[in-house]
């Protein structure tokens, strides 16, 4: 099956769609194994250096990034896991379904076979609020997550030589 | 399997148990047949005059309640289904991972069997915030979710018969 799109609100989510010339399950092995995550989830130079990840409805999505030298703990949760199609995560959750205090997005992933060969990705990030998209988008949303997809890219086509 | 309860936050969560005298499926089928939800899932004499449940990680599961003749809509989603053991649910999106600008709450529901016959019942609202759950304690919480909970034993002793 292909998964659906959600229907976006323009005032409150941001997303973008590209191709990328490698095949989907290793996309989503990408975006699912730990072992991957630090090799493109966040522009370098700044580095993921752990990943905790368990990957079902409710499992957690967590990582620590150094940035500049800065310690950040993102904690998160897995709410949808279509294997190889669609991937939901959020920081509005910690495991157990503890709500978090300020959440900020809600990523949704979609995969599919690309008509010409390789993966149509689409990342959608959901928000609250009108506030938060616009600050997200001037956060640097696109080119951020642009990069991401281009390590991601970059990386994965690394994994099939 | 028994699903295990999540690590309360006693800050931030409200919960109790109860043992309900009729069979745990019976249980699980009045919180998630449309049909069952108006017979107990507001304390009476208020009344749920819609219900529209698509039952799934994600689906949604909207109420409209009339209270002394004012309409309100709820909308939601579920989070998690572990059928008769496990309902997540929760205000904090609408049907397609759309965010709620200000969630109150989510709720969880723990079904197992009860040693002497019966079900052994838990419900746990967790919130954002500790001011959050003062709100909910002050509205009422324990009063309110215990009558649903004696509704809902009355009403599906009513069944068996």
């Known amino acids: 099956m ?3 799109a959600p229907e976006l609100d323009p005032k409150t989510d941001l997303s973008f769609t590209r191709t990328l010339a490698v095949p989907r399950q290793l996309v989503w092995d990408c975006w699912t194994k730990p072992e991957h995550i630090p090799h493109f989830f966040i522009p370098k130079p700044h580095r993921v250096t752990a990943v ?3 990957l079902r409805v409710g499992g957690r999505f967590n990582t ?5 030298g ?3 703990d993102n904690q998160g949760v897995y709410l949808e896991v279509v294997p190889q199609e ?18 900020f997005m809600t990523a949704i992933l979609l995969l599919a076979d690309a008509p010409g060969g ?10 609250r609020s009108p506030e938060t998209r616009e600050s997200h988008e001037q956060m640097g949303f696109f ?15 690394g994994l099939l030589k």
């Not at 620590?64 to 500049?68: A, H, P, Q, R, Y």
């Not at 995560?89 to 300020?102: H, I, L, R, S």
């Not at 390789?118 to 928000?127: K, M, P, Q, V």
């Open 64 to 68: 620590t990034f150094d940035v500049e």
């Open 52 to 54: 905790d990840i368990d």
């Open 143 to 157: 080119d951020g997550w642009g990069t991401v997809v281009t390590q991601l890219e970059d990386y994965a086509r």
């Open 70 to 72: 800065n310690v950040m």
């Open 118 to 127: 390789g993966t149509s990705y689409t990342a959608i990030a959901r928000h």
């Open 2 to 4: 292909t998964v659906k």
């Open 86 to 103: 669609k991937l939901v995560f959020t920081d509005a959750y910690t495991e157990g379904w503890k709500p978090a205090p300020e959440p």
